[in-house]
């Protein structure tokens, strides 16, 4: 069998800018959309907007470092870094599907790992989804390394409440511990993100016997959960009023909190790896993580 190499096409990677964001957008719906129609896999984003809307708030985030490919002065591409926290965080990339196996993936990916170097960013993290293969190989090749598998859980709320496990919206006063938390787990903070959520109005806490022994930034695929114990995260869990698409992200080495989302209903929409380069650190304690880490 002669398999083909691809023809590569000339691409222009710039910064991306506000009127980018519809066209990026829709982009990211096609591209995501394809493939999960290839594999016989539910759209990750269910409409355009549904893609659209993360990547315009992306492209106005003032903490996000953004690009776009441009083919014969046509966005074909976009990508993006997370720049919230000590880790920054990679995605969601995405090529026109016309346009893809022709190296644009990869050229979006050397410009946010260069900007990376650039920062002296001492890590740099994805969630990648597990069947596609061509991200997979991609990052790989970039020294990416996979340290896990997360399940994207989906479903009903569960909406119990756990005795002895307070769960109540976090406040600014709130804020030191959840680092302190986040760093003794994972041994950095996710300050940036941990402030946002507090702001808007999604944090939550756990208190158990008088002190914060979790959080969670809102039980989503876009945010992260952080606590001692696993019945700490099953109470974060078990108050939230929805879990949106695709659902939060479970370690799967994490085999009774798995299960304890199966037993309650809960379904898995797919699989993910975590890729890192740079600074890692196993964690010690129960986590969720977001789909940037
Ligand atoms: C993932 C994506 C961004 C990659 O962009 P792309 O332009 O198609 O990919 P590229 O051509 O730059 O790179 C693909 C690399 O993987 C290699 N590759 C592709 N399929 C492979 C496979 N099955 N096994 C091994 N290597 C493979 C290619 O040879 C190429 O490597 P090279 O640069 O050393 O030649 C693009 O396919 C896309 O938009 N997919 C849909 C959205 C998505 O999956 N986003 C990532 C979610 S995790």
Redesign the pocket.
């Known amino acids: 069998m002669t398999i083909e190499a691809?023809e590569r096409v000339n691409v222009r990677i710039r910064e991306a800018v506000d009127a980018d964001w519809e066209e990026a957008g829709r982009i990211c719906y096609e591209?995501?959309a394809s493939?999960a129609d290839q594999h016989g896999f539910p759209h990750d984003f269910p409409t355009v907007a549904a893609a659209a809307e993360p990547i315009r708030w992306l492209i106005n985030h003032p903490r996000v470092y953004s690009v776009v490919a441009e083919r014969d002065g046509r966005v074909v591409g976009s990508n993006f870094l997370d720049e919230r926290g000590t880790i920054s965080a990679i995605?969601?990339?995405?090529?026109d599907p016309a346009s893809?196996?022709?190296?644009?993936?990869?050229l979006l990916m050397d410009a946010v790992l260069a900007r990376a170097r650039e920062r002296q960013a001492p890590g740099v993290r994805l969630l990648?989804?597990a069947y596609?293969?061509?991200?997979l190989?991609?990052y790989a090749?970039l020294g990416m390394q996979v340290r896990g598998a997360f399940a994207a859980m989906h479903g009903a709320p569960i909406l119990e409440r756990l005795p002895g496990y307070d769960v109540r919206p976090a406040t600014m006063d709130d804020e030191e511990v959840m680092n302190a938390l986040c760093v003794r787990v994972h041994g950095h903070a996710r300050a940036g993100e941990v402030r946002e959520a507090i702001d808007a109005g999604s944090a939550r806490v756990v208190q158990h016997l008088g002190r914060i022994s979790g959080y969670t930034t809102r039980i989503s695929y876009f945010a992260h959960s952080v606590a001692e114990t696993n019945v700490d995260l099953r109470a974060l869990i078990s108050e939230a009023e929805d879990f949106g698409t695709p659902g939060f992200l479970v370690p799967l080495e994490n085999a009774d909190l798995f299960r304890w989302c199966l037993d309650r209903g809960l379904r898995v929409f797919f699989v993910t790896n975590m890729m890192t380069l740079g600074l890692y650190q196993e964690p010690e304690g129960a986590y969720l993580p977001s789909v940037g880490y």
């Open positions: 691809p591209a995501f493939l995605g969601p990339i995405s090529v893809q196996d022709r190296h644009v993936g990869r990648q989804i596609h293969n061509r991200s190989s991609l090749k």
